[in-house]
């Protein structure tokens, strides 16, 4: 149900707001008043926006706990990491970063967007990645502080795993994470075509018209078309509850770093659409491991990185079959 694209860039929430004041009544000179002293002069009242939730954002929000709420229900949305009852061997994992890794999960046909499983090279980022988080201006002070403590504790989580420098940034960055709400969303269009020059309008949509089934997005940019990233941005929803907001900034920001697509057979994985896990598993950070070992490189075709991952998903599980 969540979205993952890897083949473009960048968007945000931003909101501007200006100000008309009504212009000041002539005076007669000779009745106009002496100037007050700058120390005495009454500061003018700074009027901030009131910034209200549409009712549709407000619907969403509540579609979206019942949606939790059902799938907890169901035992999914798991946090344990499966390890007890959910173990798997060299051979499974392999077979699992082939498929997450060398494979993209959406095509473009006839001008949309299609879930098909497409052939491709391996992607993974060869520079340091900037993380810039965003909200939108309906997002309550109580959920950014939630949401910024997260992205910051995970993104530290993927530097370990990956080897890969990962820092915060609030201007610049070259992978952005917008939380926002859906007339935020629906907004973008603009600035997205500001931050990436050329973007198609097929990739603008898939923003803008997000369905309600879609929890989550994120694009991934190849700009020297090497198979290494440079520009990354992952769109979340804001009318999410609490868990299900985290389990797509895990999925979103980690299939941002090269593993994007999803496998039916992979588990304990959230690279898998059945939503059985909520956060990265151990299974997971195995792949990050994988993806971001220096034998692997950009561009590998499927059999130069099958090669590669046998040997070390072997290391990495101690020749376990």
């Not at 979103?252 to 059985?276: H, K, M, T, W, Y």
């Amino acid at each position: 149900m969540r979205r993952p694209i890897s083949w473009i860039a960048a968007l945000t929430a931003s909101i501007a707001f200006s100000a008309c004041e009504a212009p000041v009544s002539a005076v007669d000179p000779v009745q106009r008043p002496l100037a007050r002293p700058a120390a005495l002069a009454k500061p003018k009242p700074v009027i901030k926006p009131i910034v209200v939730r549409s009712e549709q954002s407000l619907e969403l929000q509540k579609y979206y706990q019942r949606v939790q709420n059902g799938l907890l229900a169901q035992g999914l949305l798991r946090r344990d990491g499966g390890i007890r009852d959910a173990p798997f061997g060299t051979r499974q994992l392999v077979e699992n970063f082939i498929r997450i890794a060398l494979y993209e999960e959406y095509s473009s046909v006839g001008g949309s967007l299609v879930a098909r499983a497409t052939a491709s090279r391996l992607h993974r980022w060869e520079r340091p990645i900037t993380m810039q988080l965003e909200f939108g201006a309906t997002v309550s002070p109580e959920k950014q502080a939630t949401d910024r403590a997260a992205v910051t504790g995970y993104a530290s989580r993927l530097s370990r795993i990956t080897g890969l420098p990962i820092r915060q940034v609030t201007s610049g960055g070259n992978f952005n994470v917008f939380i926002v709400n859906e007339n935020e969303r629906r907004a973008l269009g603009p600035r997205l075509r500001r931050m990436v020059p050329g973007i198609s309008e097929l990739a603008v949509r898939t923003v803008t018209d997000m369905p309600q089934s879609s929890y989550c997005l994120v694009f991934a940019l190849d700009g020297g078309s090497d198979g290494a990233y440079r520009q990354a941005v992952a769109v979340i929803r804001a009318e999410h509850p609490d868990l299900l907001r985290l389990s797509c900034i895990h999925e979103e920001v980690a299939q941002g770093l090269g593993l994007s697509n999803d496998s039916p057979a992979a588990r304990p994985s959230i690279f898998n659409d059945d939503e059985e896990f909520a956060l990265l598993t151990s299974h997971d950070e195995l792949l990050l491991r994988m993806l971001y070992d220096p034998r692997m490189r950009p561009g590998m075709s499927e059999p130069e990185a099958r090669a590669q991952a046998q040997i070390i998903a072997s290391e990495l599980l101690g020749g376990e079959s």
